[in-house]
């Protein structure tokens, strides 16, 4: 429906404002999701590290890589930040 229009079910935002809101709120659907995931396999990662220590093995290359993982995370986080910065900011 056209914006404005004052037809049931249309919306009241200027052209184009309602796809963006919800177009943004998918965005921050999706940085949770992806920080859930990341927080799973992190954890699995230093399960991981855990059996190889109690089995004497070298563990530097995973540790690294849970380093590297942890670094992925922060930046999933504050880009979800700031999604809900520009949320809260605009009102949506």
Do not use: Y
């Amino acid at each position: 429906m056209v914006s404005g229009s004052g037809k049931p079910g249309a919306c009241q935002d200027p052209a184009g404002f309602c796809l963006l809101r919800n177009l943004k709120h998918l965005h921050l659907a999706c940085a949770d999701q992806q920080i859930a995931e990341c927080e799973q396999r992190i954890s699995c990662l230093l399960d991981k590290i855990e059996q190889k220590k109690a089995d004497e093995k070298d563990t530097k290359f995973l540790e690294k890589l849970a380093q590297l993982m942890f670094e992925c995370l922060d930046h999933w986080r504050v880009h979800r930040q700031a999604i809900m910065e520009d949320i809260t900011q605009r009102g949506d």
